[in-house]
């Protein structure tokens, strides 16, 4: 697995700079969450499993704008990768070019993590964040006859699983069936009992200190 299908790279704007409604990589998150980016006018979402690059509007406010094409002028190339076990924000920056990252000029690449404050020459500050989309539904094939990795009992096919987003490894998430039967082994667990990383069942930004990020 190259990417993560439920971490989402988000980039806020600090400030009050307001980004084009237009842009295609705007999307509508579909959640009833405050903090969704579909009605956030600061908040650039990198596309998942793409590459895209980040780049300033030609006029004098210098938007930082998200495109798939690589533009004419300059741009900080982004993807998002699993590196070392974990999602992380891969940015290579153009030769020359004074980008930073936490005040320092960026190496290239370099690598982002949630809470890293990324600056492209004469712009805004882009905090990086990480938008969680869990995974709760029929196990995948490739996990059914695997362990559940609270209670160790095997996944079976008529059950219904979170999937962590960092190894993998599936939890028992039932929510029908006789109360007394149903096995809730992610709503149990606050961490993944394999890697140690939050256990989100609902959409949201990770906020753990795992992250780097500050709640
Ligand atoms: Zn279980
Ligand atoms: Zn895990």
């Not at 370099?110 to 805004?124: E, F, I, K, T, Y």
């Not at 362990?147 to 999937?163: D, S």
């Not at 993998?168 to 039932?174: D, K, M, P, S, V």
């Not at 990383?197 to 990770?206: A, F, M, Q, R």
Request: aromatic share 4%; proline share 13%.
């Amino acid at each position: 697995m190259l990417h993560s299908p439920t971490i989402e790279f988000h980039l806020e704007c600090e400030g009050a700079v307001c980004l084009p409604r237009d842009d295609s990589l705007w999307q509508d998150t579909g959640a009833d969450n405050t903090e969704s980016a579909a009605t956030r006018p600061d908040v650039l979402v990198v596309p998942p499993g793409d590459v895209c690059f980040l780049t300033s509007s030609a006029d004098e406010d210098r938007r930082p704008l998200l495109t798939l094409e690589a533009p004419e002028g300059p741009a900080v190339l982004l993807e998002p990768l699993i590196f070392d076990g974990r999602p992380v924000l891969a940015a290579v920056r153009p030769p020359g070019d004074e980008s930073r990252v936490n005040a320092t000029f960026m190496p290239r690449p370099a690598v982002l993590s949630a809470g890293d404050r990324l600056q492209l020459p004469h712009g805004p500050v882009l905090r990086v964040r990480m938008f969680s989309r869990p995974e709760i539904g029929p196990p995948p094939a490739e996990l059914v006859g695997k362990l559940c990795g609270y209670c160790r009992t095997p996944i079976i096919k008529k059950t219904t699983i979170f999937v962590c987003h960092n190894c993998g490894i599936g939890l028992h998430c039932e929510d029908t069936g006789p109360p007394e039967k149903r096995l809730r082994c992610a709503q149990l667990s606050s961490v993944c009992p394999r890697c140690t990383h939050p256990v989100l069942l609902k959409e949201g930004y990770i906020t753990s200190p795992l992250s780097r990020e500050m709640p």
